[in-house]
């Protein structure tokens, strides 16, 4: 797998979380050996979803 910051190799990695709210203690991410970023489905699914930025009314057309 390529990192989506740096395009290097992962490793796959394993995590303890021991505040997570499904109970689950142990998790496995990809973990960069570059920069060090962390992905796993969990960032993968909140990225993919990410909601579009709140312009308000005001600045919308403060360029037209």
């Excluded at 740096?6 to 203690?25: E, P």
């Excluded at 973990?31 to 919308?60: H, Q, T, Y």
């Amino acid at each position: 797998m390529d990192c989506p910051r740096c395009r290097a190799s992962m490793i796959a990695d394993s995590y303890t979380d021991l505040l997570d709210d499904t109970g689950q203690i142990g998790i496995t991410a990809w973990r960069c050996l570059n920069c060090g970023e962390v992905v796993d489905p969990v960032i993968l699914a909140n990225r993919a979803s990410r909601p579009e930025p709140f312009v308000s009314k005001s600045r919308k057309n403060w360029g037209a």
